[in-house]
Structures are given as structure tokens and as C-alpha cells.
């Protein structure tokens, strides 16, 4: 029997995910202790697990590398691979929204030019062009986004907003509501197919340890 591997992404959802997979029957202790390890191995289930930067998740399940990953929904919006997306895991809650001072609430509409700064370009773009049916000026940050409304680089920013804790530490507001998030169960589509008894075995089980599936 050849080994399944799972991409974990690292950071906030690895230990809710490392629960579940547990919950499931999987073997993770080995996940649990602190180290550097990046791949783990359960030789009595003949699963591996790997320890990926949550924006790659999908990129090793599209290539085959892994044949299941567990990620949230904004890296897969902001990824657009072609992935089978099997479960909301429904950790990881949050929302992707528009954000800034609270000046601009209600007049974002009739700005004529208004940069954003955000992570997440492609959800950004998509938003403005296909909701707002706005042309804006996106500009790329990798991290403290909160950080660019509050120098003059940008009006404002489209990020993840979970308790809101950011945002009201930096004096800035949600403006708008993109969508929901959380996290998601996906698989590669011809793993799908090689390994489908023991990747639905698997879902089935998580299935049953969620609320509302
Ligand atoms: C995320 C996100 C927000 C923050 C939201 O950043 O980009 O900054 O969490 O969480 P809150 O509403 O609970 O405050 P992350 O911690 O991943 O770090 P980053 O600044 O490097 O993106």
C-alpha cells in the first residue's frame, strides 16, 4: 500500500488540523513535538504528513506532491487551482473585508481613484472588477497590511479580519464584507482517482466528527 500525504499548512490552523486528523484515527504524535521536521510519517495508517507554508498548500496537492492539503479558503481564492475542494472543515472562521479609516464608510462608491493594499491581489482584483465593477491601483504587501492605510500608501486594504483585534489596535474599520472564510479540506484530482476508497474513507470519517455536514 503506498503512502498518502497530507500538506499541513504551518501556523494557525496546523494544530486544529493535527486534532481532527487525530480524531479521525491517524497516528500525529509525532506532529505534536516541537521540532524542524518537515515530514512526518504514520507507518500503521501509511500516511505522510507535510509541513508547508499555508500560500504553497496548494501548489504541492495541484503537482501531486501531496494528495490532500488543508488550507484555508483565501489561499485557494487567491491561488485559483484546480482542486477537488471536498469539506468546510469550519475552522479557521474569518472574513476577507475591505478595510480602513472610518471616514471612508460610504464613500468608497464615488472615489474616483483608490488604491488598495493587500496580500491578496487576485481576490482583490476579482472583487473590484467583477462586484464593484471599480477600477482601483492594488498594490502587493506581504504581511502587517494593516500597517500601509496608516501611511498614505494606500485608502485602503482588503484582508482577513477573524476577531477584529488588528484592525481596532491600528484605528481602522471593516468598510465592506468580501466573503466568508475557513478553512478547507482539498484533494488532487488524480489522486482522486487512484486512491478514492481510502480518501473517502477519510472523509467520511471527518464528515462525521463536524457539526452541520
Ligand atoms: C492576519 C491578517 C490580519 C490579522 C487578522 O495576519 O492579515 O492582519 O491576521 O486577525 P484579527 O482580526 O484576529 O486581528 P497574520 O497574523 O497572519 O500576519 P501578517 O500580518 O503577517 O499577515
Same mark, same amino acid.
Given at each position: 500500500?503506498?503512502?498518502?500525504?497530507?500538506?499541513?499548512?504551518?501556523?494557525?490552523?496546523?494544530?486544529?488540523?493535527?486534532?481532527?486528523?487525530?480524531?479521525?484515527?491517524?497516528?500525529?504524535?509525532?506532529?505534536?513535538?516541537?521540532?524542524?521536521?518537515?515530514?512526518?510519517?504514520?507507518? &500503521?495508517?501509511?500516511?505522510?504528513?507535510?509541513?508547508? &507554508?499555508?500560500?504553497?498548500?496548494?501548489?504541492? !496537492?495541484?503537482?501531486?506532491?501531496?494528495?490532500?492539503?488543508?488550507?484555508?479558503?483565501?489561499?485557494?481564492?487567491?491561488?485559483?487551482?484546480?482542486?477537488?475542494?471536498?469539506?468546510?472543515?469550519?475552522?479557521?472562521?474569518?472574513?476577507?473585508?475591505?478595510?480602513?479609516?472610518?471616514?471612508?464608510?460610504?464613500?468608497?462608491?464615488?472615489?474616483?481613484?483608490?488604491?488598495?493594499?493587500?496580500?491578496?491581489?487576485?481576490?482583490?482584483?476579482?472583487?473590484?472588477?467583477?462586484?464593484? &465593477?471599480?477600477?482601483?491601483?492594488?498594490?502587493?504587501?506581504?504581511?502587517?497590511?494593516?500597517?500601509?492605510?496608516?501611511?498614505?500608501?494606500?485608502?485602503?486594504?482588503?484582508?482577513?479580519?477573524?476577531?477584529?483585534?488588528?484592525?481596532?489596535?491600528?484605528?481602522?474599520?471593516?468598510?465592506?464584507?468580501?466573503?466568508?472564510?475557513?478553512?478547507?479540506? !482539498?484533494?488532487?484530482?488524480?489522486?482522486?482517482?487512484?486512491?478514492?476508497?481510502?480518501?473517502?474513507?477519510?472523509?467520511?470519517?471527518?464528515?462525521?466528527?463536524?457539526?452541520?455536514?
Amino acid at each position: 500500500m503506498r503512502y498518502i500525504t497530507i500538506a499541513l499548512a504551518k501556523g494557525r490552523l496546523a494544530e486544529l488540523t493535527v486534532d481532527l486528523l487525530e480524531q479521525a484515527g491517524l497516528e500525529v504524535d509525532e506532529l505534536r513535538q516541537k521540532s524542524r521536521k518537515l515530514i512526518f510519517t504514520d507507518e &500503521k495508517n501509511k500516511f505522510k504528513f507535510i509541513l508547508v &507554508k499555508a500560500s504553497d498548500v496548494p501548489t504541492y !496537492v495541484e503537482y501531486g506532491a501531496a494528495d490532500i492539503g488543508v488550507v484555508g479558503r483565501d489561499t485557494l481564492l487567491e491561488d485559483g487551482k484546480d482542486l477537488y475542494e471536498m469539506i468546510d472543515l469550519g475552522f479557521g472562521a474569518c472574513k476577507m473585508a475591505v478595510a480602513g479609516p472610518a471616514e471612508l464608510s460610504g464613500k468608497l462608491d464615488g472615489m474616483s481613484h483608490i488604491r488598495v493594499a493587500s496580500k491578496y491581489v487576485n481576490i482583490a482584483k476579482n472583487y473590484y472588477q467583477f462586484e464593484k &465593477k471599480q477600477s482601483v491601483e492594488i498594490i502587493k504587501l506581504n504581511g502587517s497590511v494593516e500597517l500601509a492605510p496608516l501611511v498614505g500608501l494606500s485608502e485602503v486594504i482588503v484582508d482577513i479580519v477573524e476577531s477584529g483585534k488588528t484592525l481596532k489596535e491600528n484605528g481602522l474599520v471593516v468598510l465592506e464584507e468580501i466573503c466568508d472564510l475557513s478553512a478547507r479540506f !482539498v484533494v488532487n484530482r488524480v489522486s482522486m482517482k487512484m486512491e478514492r476508497e481510502r480518501i473517502l474513507d477519510l472523509v467520511d470519517k471527518i464528515k462525521k466528527l463536524l457539526p452541520n455536514q
